[in-house]
Protein backbone atom coordinates (compact mmCIF):
# COMPACT_ATOMS: atom_id res chain seq x y z
CA UNK A 1 0.00 0.00 0.00
CA UNK A 2 1.38 3.17 -0.93
CA UNK A 3 0.11 6.06 0.51
CA UNK A 4 1.38 9.91 0.81
CA UNK A 5 2.63 11.55 3.32
CA UNK A 6 0.93 12.78 5.90
CA UNK A 7 2.53 16.27 5.65
CA UNK A 8 3.99 17.75 2.24
CA UNK A 9 7.52 19.27 2.53
CA UNK A 10 6.97 22.98 2.86
CA UNK A 11 8.82 25.58 0.59
CA UNK A 12 11.51 27.63 2.93
CA UNK A 13 8.83 30.09 3.70
CA UNK A 14 5.22 27.70 4.17
CA UNK A 15 3.96 26.13 6.86
CA UNK A 16 3.65 21.88 6.47
CA UNK A 17 0.22 21.16 4.91
CA UNK A 18 -2.13 18.58 6.17
CA UNK A 19 -3.01 16.41 2.94
CA UNK A 20 -6.62 16.46 2.67
CA UNK A 21 -6.67 12.47 1.42
CA UNK A 22 -5.83 11.41 4.53
CA UNK A 23 -8.71 10.98 6.04
CA UNK A 24 -8.83 9.81 9.83
CA UNK A 25 -10.19 5.90 10.03
CA UNK A 26 -8.29 5.17 6.61
CA UNK A 27 -5.16 3.15 6.50
CA UNK A 28 -2.08 4.26 6.37
CA UNK A 29 2.07 2.68 6.66
CA UNK A 30 4.35 3.63 9.09
CA UNK A 31 8.46 1.99 9.30
CA UNK A 32 8.77 -0.33 12.32
CA UNK A 33 11.63 -2.61 13.33
CA UNK A 34 10.64 -5.74 10.59
CA UNK A 35 9.59 -3.13 8.06
CA UNK A 36 6.33 -1.15 6.87
CA UNK A 37 3.48 -2.09 8.51
CA UNK A 38 -0.23 -1.04 8.04
CA UNK A 39 -2.17 1.16 10.83
CA UNK A 40 -5.43 2.79 11.20
CA UNK A 41 -5.62 5.85 13.44
CA UNK A 42 -9.55 5.77 14.86
CA UNK A 43 -10.91 9.18 15.76
CA UNK A 44 -11.21 10.58 19.40
CA UNK A 45 -14.71 9.57 20.65
CA UNK A 46 -17.31 12.45 19.95
CA UNK A 47 -17.71 15.24 21.99
CA UNK A 48 -20.74 15.18 23.95
CA UNK A 49 -23.99 16.79 21.51
CA UNK A 50 -23.38 20.89 22.14
CA UNK A 51 -26.09 23.00 24.01
CA UNK A 52 -28.83 23.75 21.62
CA UNK A 53 -27.92 27.09 22.25
CA UNK A 54 -24.25 27.16 21.26
CA UNK A 55 -23.71 28.97 17.90
CA UNK A 56 -23.14 27.09 14.19
CA UNK A 57 -19.44 28.85 14.07
CA UNK A 58 -18.24 26.93 17.59
CA UNK A 59 -19.42 23.97 17.28
CA UNK A 60 -17.61 23.95 13.84
CA UNK A 61 -14.18 25.13 15.30
CA UNK A 62 -14.76 22.40 17.69
CA UNK A 63 -15.51 19.61 15.08
CA UNK A 64 -12.05 21.05 13.47
CA UNK A 65 -9.84 21.03 16.72
CA UNK A 66 -10.85 17.58 16.94
CA UNK A 67 -9.99 16.80 13.67
CA UNK A 68 -6.67 18.57 13.45
CA UNK A 69 -5.53 17.23 16.99
CA UNK A 70 -6.02 13.28 15.37
CA UNK A 71 -3.98 14.77 12.73
CA UNK A 72 -1.43 15.94 14.68
CA UNK A 73 -1.86 12.50 17.24
CA UNK A 74 -1.25 10.60 13.64
CA UNK A 75 1.60 12.79 12.44
CA UNK A 76 3.23 12.00 16.11
CA UNK A 77 2.80 8.26 15.33
CA UNK A 78 4.50 8.26 12.16
CA UNK A 79 7.29 10.46 13.16
CA UNK A 80 8.68 8.45 16.07
CA UNK A 81 8.06 5.27 13.93
CA UNK A 82 10.30 7.04 11.69
CA UNK A 83 12.87 7.78 14.10
CA UNK A 84 13.02 4.14 15.67
CA UNK A 85 13.62 3.58 11.39
CA UNK A 86 16.20 5.64 10.88
CA UNK A 87 18.01 4.79 14.30
CA UNK A 88 17.80 0.93 13.23
CA UNK A 89 19.63 2.00 10.02
CA UNK A 90 22.33 3.85 11.92
CA UNK A 91 22.66 1.38 14.31
CA UNK A 92 23.32 -1.19 11.54
CA UNK A 93 26.03 1.22 9.61
CA UNK A 94 27.30 1.47 13.39
CA UNK A 95 27.57 -2.27 13.84
CA UNK A 96 28.89 -2.98 9.77
CA UNK A 97 31.72 0.13 10.55
CA UNK A 98 33.14 -1.70 13.59
CA UNK A 99 33.08 -4.36 11.75
CA UNK A 100 35.18 -3.43 9.21
CA UNK A 101 37.32 -1.65 11.40
CA UNK A 102 38.40 -4.55 13.56
CA UNK A 103 38.71 -6.64 10.49
CA UNK A 104 40.95 -4.15 8.86
CA UNK A 105 43.00 -3.65 12.32
CA UNK A 106 43.22 -7.69 12.38
CA UNK A 107 44.68 -7.57 8.78
CA UNK A 108 47.06 -4.56 9.39
CA UNK A 109 47.99 -6.33 12.75
CA UNK A 110 49.35 -9.12 11.03
CA UNK A 111 50.95 -7.16 8.07
CA UNK A 112 52.97 -5.63 11.08
CA UNK A 113 53.72 -8.98 12.40
CA UNK A 114 54.90 -10.43 8.70
CA UNK A 115 56.93 -7.24 8.55
CA UNK A 116 58.62 -7.84 11.92
CA UNK A 117 59.35 -11.56 10.94
CA UNK A 118 61.15 -10.53 7.66
CA UNK A 119 63.23 -7.84 10.07
CA UNK A 120 64.13 -10.53 11.99
CA UNK A 121 65.07 -12.92 9.50
CA UNK A 122 67.03 -10.16 7.59
CA UNK A 123 68.74 -9.24 11.21
CA UNK A 124 69.99 -12.45 11.40
CA UNK A 125 70.79 -13.13 7.69
CA UNK A 126 72.91 -9.87 8.02
CA UNK A 127 74.72 -10.59 11.51
CA UNK A 128 75.62 -13.97 10.06
CA UNK A 129 77.11 -12.66 6.42
CA UNK A 130 78.81 -9.90 8.82
CA UNK A 131 80.47 -12.74 10.90
CA UNK A 132 81.52 -15.02 7.58
CA UNK A 133 83.11 -12.16 6.00
CA UNK A 134 84.90 -10.74 9.49
CA UNK A 135 86.44 -14.42 10.08
CA UNK A 136 87.64 -14.73 6.23
CA UNK A 137 89.47 -11.53 6.68
CA UNK A 138 90.90 -12.58 10.01
CA UNK A 139 91.41 -16.17 8.69
CA UNK A 140 93.24 -14.03 5.43
CA UNK A 141 95.17 -11.88 8.21
CA UNK A 142 95.90 -14.96 9.97
CA UNK A 143 98.23 -16.34 7.37
Request: charge should be negative.
Amino acid sequence: MNQQPLVEAPAATEAPKIIAEQQLGQPGQVMTRDGWKDFVVEPAAPAPPPASDAPALGLEAAERMQTLSAAAARDILLLGQTILGVAEQIDADCRRLAQDMAEQGNKVSQHIRDFATIARTIGVTNRDTRLRIEGETRRGEDE
